[in-house]
């Protein structure tokens, strides 16, 4: 991923990159994207995020502390993912139908998303048994770089 800031070549970066903004301007910036304030909003946050850009500590522990003061939300516990990091895994049933569970796996020691998992756990039209993982995300790496050749 290419670092927010600086000079970019034509066109140069796409979508909102949140940065390290004051506190009171990243909350309300964080918000705006969750406009109706659920707990599987702040998930989806949380995930677009870190599929769209390198999350900085700010913004991740800004998020965390939305995330953790939520009533609906659900600590399963400390779990083992399936690149065999440890986490603690959240969840929350999500907004739409049929019901399915969201799972964020979180790594203990930065708060960094490891994993978005989404259980189905209410029967549809398709010929699924349930409960079923319908989508599974997982973070391996994020970081900034110099070249597109170089890993962070």
Known sequence: MSQVGGIHRPGGLTGGHLVDLPPGRLLAELNARNPNGTTAGWFR??????????????????????????EDLTIEGTT?????RR???????????????????????SGALLDLEKVAIERSD???????????TMWLDSGYSSSTTERP
């Open 126 to 136: 398709l010929p699924v048994r349930v409960p079923a993982t319908v989508s599974y």
């Open 80 to 84: 083992v993912d399936r690149a065999g």
């Open 45 to 70: 946050v949380m995930s677009d995020l870190w599929k769209g850009q390198v999350v900085t500590p700010a913004v991740q522990g800004t998020l965390l502390a939305i995330v953790s003061r939520r």
């Open 87 to 109: 986490g603690l895994a959240i969840s929350v049933v999500g907004e739409v139908a049929p019901a399915t569970r969201v799972v964020l796996v979180l790594d203990e020691g």
